[in-house]
């Protein structure tokens, strides 16, 4: 899975006395063809540093802060997304060996059978 950014990622601060830093990410996801598009188009998260009341204020480490939680949310959303996915696959992959299996069987018991027509035959 590929993420692109959509626009530039927005950072601001909260209006009361600079106590927050809030980032919104939104990201496409160029991903593979088993995940739903219509679910999984688009991502969106939001990150929040929170300035501690003994801390000074520091914006650029609030951004980073702010950048790397909205960051961790479009992961996760992403793990899941995908672990939902990979389960499906496997489901449709124990279903095909079980289908494998009994035309397998099916094939072995008309290659018995036409054994025995043509020993039966002389």
Known sequence: MR????GKKRTRCSKSNQN???TT??????HCSDV???EFEVIQARGVAYRHPSDKFDMTFGKR???????????KKSVTAVSRVL???MREVEE??????KQQEY???EIEHENLLLHSQH
């Open 3 to 6: 993420f692109t950014y959509l």
């Open 20 to 22: 927050r830093v809030i």
């Open 25 to 30: 990410l939104k990201v496409s996801v160029k």
């Open 36 to 38: 739903n598009p219509d």
């Open 65 to 75: 802060l702010s950048e790397t939680r909205a960051k961790r949310m479009i992961f």
């Open 87 to 89: 389960k499906k696959k």
């Open 96 to 101: 095909l060996q079980r289908t494998l299996k």
């Open 107 to 109: 094939l072995n018991k």
